[in-house]
């Protein structure tokens, strides 16, 4: 398997995991589902992320999905695997184990509890000895979910300080600015120049491609908007791209409720035939007949804009 | 004046508070702010909010701005004054001073750290004791910002002891569920119908007037939106409403940026003739170059949408 | 073996999980250690608790260590596990695991992310439905690492609802009022009393015993005076319960430091030894020469002051 | 009245705010108040700390009640004016204010929602541009209130920066290797020396003034203790420091629970004579019978240990 470099852009779906309706995994619906992204046209499969509910797989189940999805893939497209877990060991024992599968690189967002930018920046430094430089590594900036900030100077430092930090999934919220100023601060120091797919549900992408992001990573239930939308913008034509994004951006703002979300992900998952079930396991969301309608009604619309709109 | 009833609907801009570039409070354009969403066709003005910068105003500042928006309303919609603070005599002396002033109400968040059921149940009822029954109440429901829950039974509670609560500004994320079991359990129990008009920008105040909302109490900056929207469904249009709703999307999704959304508000304001400056008082977000052109390039794309729609 | 009841009291030591330099598993200090804490008189232990490293344990570690314990034990005293998890399949599979092996019963802290009321007690009749009633529980209220608050209505609802509760671990701060309030109203409304345990380091234990506390569940590394105190206090003997704990309190106060506070409990038992390492697995605290010289002086007055004083 | 230097040593003892039990301001207990502290040998007088319900006066009653300190004190003990706000003009204001009338510096926390390193560090050198090098500074590192994380190396960059910043008022909680990290980076660099005070209600004082405090900065409401303390341990006589500390520790960390604390600090001043009234403004801690009975217990007991240790 090829490994994750510096040039990966586009769409990295965040993948789901499926279950059956009783909670067992699901490992039918993992390969329906994988082709289902590949059919959208991702670039990348990220699987075992933070909204993955990989907290809630034991370690079989683990290991069970990631093998199943990368013999699905079957070399097609990298494959990120997630490895974020407060204990050091954790992280090395599931990145050896992922990349000894086949996995392209892993995902790690930092530790909880982590305060000042000289703790952020010794994290990923220790994470990053212990994995060594043959893991490529995708950093995860995701402070609604961590609590952890990591400001632009420790991303810079942690750029020039460990060669196998290829790419940065950027979901800070309000975090365009950063972008900006990581995008502009690296190449006034002549820094290596690192993949940046962001996150938040693709709630910004437009303005987060204009401003020097390669693509996405996120979970989006209609892959082939962030395909159509990350390809218009590499084409240079932005308003094509936004045109595509505004039809969308109902149900993606819909799907961007923080609890709920997930579910109504999965469930937009099993209606458009990806998987069996929509079942997230507990503790987690479950929606009732009104979400249900509400969905089905937001895509009704999305529907009809796609026939009148002439797109897709 | 007319006092706040639970038959309150429609929209209830939150305002702005104006300052000139150098930071003093703006009270011209207090005046002309006033007049653009009276214009825009706003059922009710809300002043003083959390988001208001309140809290970086003098005392003799409040009551300045208090009194000049009130005095160029002069009666023509009820305006409801934030009067949320740590100390139960500040909320006092605010909210007595406020209805001396002529205001229709006063809207009240829950003091920090309020952890249990029971805390957050005291903390109104004590206020609620303390202002007595002539002033009426909007009790605001914005965990993202105070940190504090409160649940549906603890408003089904205050709303059988506190005749004076008469409306529910909910913006709690993502609270859709919520709101609908509210508006049940309320009349399962033959509870009073209070009024709730919800936050959070508008971002899915579509769903939320089809869940039993009655109007939106937000700042977006493009009222008129709200306007439209909120008549639609009162109207039973809700396609329609929605159809005008997907049209600014794309600009109130951008003004939800946290931190960085109030700058944003403050300059479309000053765009569209409302206020002379877009000053945020610091501690507080600027915008740089690239803000600035990235909400050119949206509110082109809104004008264009307008045009072509035939709405508006 | 027999299992946990409300006629629970005295000092259920919360184990730490002992590790070797290298970061493996340390069975043989399991074995000292469990030594030490009978030798020492406590009337319980409870393993694999939050700040037990439980979440740095992979599947198998748990196992090893619960069963290694278990089978030191040997019936002399009940054992608790600690089975929290945000997943409940993981709850129900370590905690059927737990009582498969000997344990007495289970402690349970809520999962994250429960803001009021109703969901706190939803989830723990929902985990209390999934173990049935056989499995003995004990509420874990530990507000400060969870940030999940639970209110005395809350847990006066519980009591009546699962027979299977019989022990709440009483550690929010500042909670001694809680537990005033608990034991009253539970009295009034003719409840079952239930045992209550303070954890907290054990920091305000004299207070706590004498608002009807039965007894302490901490790791403080001297349980001897958690012993001796909870015996005074059985006795009816206050003032020397007291005069016991001020003497250790400087300590107390010391291993009470968040963070650090896990290490130097570790490094005391290596010291007194209990564990052969005071190894805390990464990303966990490590102490300098000038923690361990500290340590040593707050050591050597304790010595002298024991010797003073007669006690012990 | 002479500045505030690096040069500050010994206890400058955090300051209650008096008020009567129908909650107005008490300003003749203002000056029992200060002459207690006076008596007890404190080095300087902190008004209006965050614990010191700054937050809960008008403006008018903050202004009397520095006045009426100051007037009192009339120049015998340096008095340290808190100035934190959110909005960058109201600490300017309340800064000038409090040097006019004759303060020796001003106190200050970072505004909340500060993240990173460079947000906490520009944060501060704003707010001492904005104030000028003519307003000693005392920078308040109290996390467990702000949110907010100062690291190390922001500490020293801002040293450097900013020449009025001569003390740290250091209560991160566990921050002790931090403190000696501070003292020990600084010197390496060959900064300059600023004074270092602690708080959390001085619950770690031996060790701290061991590692490099100069003294504290706390409201016990046993000042002669913390007076005692720290010139034991300027005379380098740590072991009287200890034994004189070891006597206060069940009170002090009784004072020191959240909430509770103030009220238990006021009406251990009102038992003292210091104050008329022990009220503190609500929303905040009431205490109950227990409390109070709990509280007498633990006076009681000190007095009797005082009276055995010949000591003070």
């Given amino acids: 398997m090829q490994k994750l470099t510096e040039q990966a852009k586009g769409v990295y779906i965040i993948s789901a995991t499926p279950f059956t309706d009783s909670g067992e995994l699901d490992l039918a619906s993992a390969d329906t589902l ?177 401003r020097g992001a390669d693509g996405a990573m996120t979970g989006f239930a209609w892959p082939e908007m962030l395909v159509q939308v990350c390809r218009a913008y590499a084409e240079g034509d932005a308003t094509r791209g936004e045109d595509i994004f505004d039809r969308y951006l109902p149900l993606l703002r819909h799907e961007f409720q923080y609890g709920i979300g997930l579910a109504l992900r999965k469930e937009t998952l099993r209606r458009r035939g990806a998987i069996q079930h929509a079942r997230v396991r507990p503790a987690g969301p479950a929606l009732d007949q009104n979400d249900l309608d509400e969905l089905t009604g937001l895509i009704d619309r999305l529907k009809q804009k796609l026939q009148q709109g002439g797109v897709q």
Avoid: W
């Avoid at 920046?121 to 952890?148: A, H, K, R």
């Fill in 34 to 210: 994988t082709d289902f992204y590949l059919e959208k046209g991702v670039d990348g499969i990220t699987i075992l992320g933070i909204l993955g509910e990989a907290h809630k797989l034991t370690e079989e189940e683990t290991e069970q999905f990631m093998q199943r999805v990368l013999t699905r893939v079957n070399g097609r497209v990298p494959v990120i695997v997630g490895v974020s877990h407060p204990s050091h060991r954790h992280v090395e024992r599931l990145a050896k184990k992922a990349m000894a599968c086949g996995a392209a690189g892993v995902m790690l967002a930092p530790a909880p509890n982590l305060k000042t930018d000289p703790q952020v920046e010794n994290y990923f430094l220790t994470i990053g000895e212990l994995l060594g430089p043959d893991i490529p590594l995708c950093l995860q900036d995701y402070p609604q979910s961590t609590g952890v900030y990591t400001s632009v100077p420790v991303m810079l430092r942690l750029i020039e300080a460990l060669p196998q930090l290829v790419m940065l999934k950027h979901e800070e919220l309000s975090g365009m600015g950063k972008l900006s100023q990581l995008r502009r601060q690296s190449a006034e120091r002549g820094l290596r120049r690192i993949s940046i797919l962001v996150g938040n549900g693709g709630l910004f992408l437009p303005q987060e491609l204009a």
